[in-house]
């Protein structure tokens, strides 16, 4: 049994006794379980096909995935707040024939009935509904961990991806500081004569409270040295952070995990700070699924509407796109459905 196939075990497993607000009424409880069912069909008729489809596949199932995400959330106690109609996200028709990157995504307003929105309001993610500036693909592309090291498009020094952080190397003893390895700076910002500036400049795409951090290691002793970035083997690299818990008290380890992620997002058992995009101002940046549910609907939009565009840009001998819009497609079906497992259990 490969990870995949356990992951669709464990959600099956709890359809018998459905989690949180699925249980609630009897129509959300169906809706729980059978939107279950379609997702997982969903994701194993993708498997058996390429590039051409994947899309429309794995989008519509992590679509009707959203459904009983939402049928679960227990924060939702109206008659039919759990009900999601249509996508809640758009893309701007005309830039469709356009180079990938450039493809422009809106939501739409918060308030709203679509999936998008009211998944986004419960995982208290920002929308991005400004009809003026809509997002660019390129930029809700960068918000994938996944894509690190895969672009679209390399915007070089304004490009900017999410951070890992190492939190199992926190100290088990008992302390004021959330101090932990901080992973991913790209090779512009580890190698940079400016480091200190360099890394304020970085972080300013982050929010309030990622920005806000205590102290980083330095080079020397001096209260000016520059960070004491370690360099990985492909030139991205790491620093050691320190935040101060609140009320500047000393916290256990398990309290200062907790500081870390009500920084950050949880991502796939790990913890990410996010850059913020759209209307998120200096937020915590999109929820992840989110982030994969902006994207998978975009190239769902080409592949479904624009097939002739979307030829071209999976041509593997004739566009820059192809490699790596086929690996995050392959990954999908195995990153998605274990972010649906976790956004279940973060919502019930």
Known sequence: MNNTDAVWESLRATRWAPP???????ERRRTYTFALEQAEQMFRAAEGVGTATRPLLVFYGLSQAGRAIAAAASAITTADGWR?????????????????????????KGGSRGSFVRLSEILDSPLFADKVNPLALNALWDCLPENRVAPLRDTGTSRRTPLYVAHL?????????ASAPVAYFPPWVVSSPEGGQTLVDYLAAFSDQVREFHSFV????DPDAAPDFSSHHDGWGELRMNWI?????????????????????????????????GDAGQGRGLHPLMSWWAVLHTLSMLARYQPAEWAEQIDVDGSSYAAPVESLLKRAMQVVPRLVRETIEEVA
């Open 20 to 26: 949180g607000g699925a249980v609630a009424t009897p």
């Open 84 to 108: 999601l109609e249509g996508h809640g996200i758009r893309t701007v028709s005309k830039t469709l024939s356009g180079p990938l990157p450039d493809v422009l995504v809106a939501s739409d």
């Open 169 to 177: 190397s926190l100290n088990r003893e008992p302390h004021p500081l």
């Open 218 to 221: 330095r080079v020397g002793h």
């Open 245 to 277: 818990l609140p009320h500047q008290k000393s916290g256990t380890f398990a309290e200062r995990v907790k500081h870390l992620r009500s920084i950050g997002r949880t991502y796939d058992g790990d913890i990410y700070f996010f850059p913020a995009v």
